[in-house]
């Protein structure tokens, strides 16, 4: 594998990273693989930024598995496909004799990372794991970068021109089965996108509806 370096910022050289990419690699389709990538790189590139200390290895491992709960060998039937790829990282790790602590930071990032206001306030490794996707999917902090490195950061992991519509289908297609895990975050609104006749929990009907 060939390690690109973006402003001192690399994809760890380390036995872990290896197993990492190369699992994700076999498991994910190109188009999350490369996401993946990119999230990595715009989170660290942003955590170099805001002059915060965090385990490269760690991110990377919660920016390579963050999706993995969209893919079929990984999805439950019941559980956010946030939380999906929280227990995949989790059971690697723990394969690989990772302290619990840090298996847990990793847990959590994933987790959080379609949740908007809190992970920013929390853990490096969990505040930029969620930057990071945020900035390749939904381009906030956009210019916090130099040209030259989204253009670095896409050579190495390419971005192709129909990312935008790309991601939402991989979004749809890998949580569809389950519409009622999409509660209370923003995949409800994924599924509104692609197909009307889904109608995700309401949480005041739940109010209204409940026993008291």
């Not at 060939?2 to 994700?24: F, Q, R």
């Not at 805001?50 to 019941?78: C, I, N, V, W």
């Not at 790829?85 to 847990?107: H, K, M, P």
């Not at 992991?157 to 999409?182: S, V």
Request: hydrophobic fraction near 40%; include cysteine.
């Amino acid at each position: 594998m060939t390690i690109t370096t973006i402003e001192g910022i690399s994809i760890p050289d380390t036995k872990l990273a290896h197993e990492v990419t190369e699992l994700v690699r076999d498991t994910e389709s190109p188009l999350l693989f490369n996401h993946s990538s990119r999230v990595y790189y715009f989170a660290a590139l942003a955590g170099k930024r805001r002059g915060l200390k965090f385990d490269p290895e760690l991110l990377y491992a919660g920016a390579m598995f963050h999706d993995m709960g969209l893919t079929h060998q990984h999805s439950s039937q019941t559980e956010r496909f946030e939380v999906d790829g929280a227990n995949t990282a989790r059971d690697f790790l723990r394969s690989r004799g990772i302290a619990q602590s840090d298996i847990d930071t990793v847990w959590t990032a994933i987790a959080l990372h379609t949740t908007p206001g809190i992970p920013e306030h929390m853990h490096p490794v969990v505040a930029l794991l969620t930057a990071g996707v945020e900035m390749d999917v939904l381009g906030l902090g956009y210019s916090g970068f130099t040209v030259a490195e989204r253009e670095a950061v896409v050579e190495a992991h390419p971005r192709p021109a129909t990312f935008k519509e790309d991601i939402i289908q991989a979004f749809y297609d890998g949580i569809k089965h389950k519409p009622e895990t999409t509660f209370g975050n923003v995949k409800a609104d994924v599924l509104a996108d692609k197909d009307p006749h889904i109608h995700p929990i309401n949480f005041c009907s739940v109010i209204r509806g409940s026993a008291w």
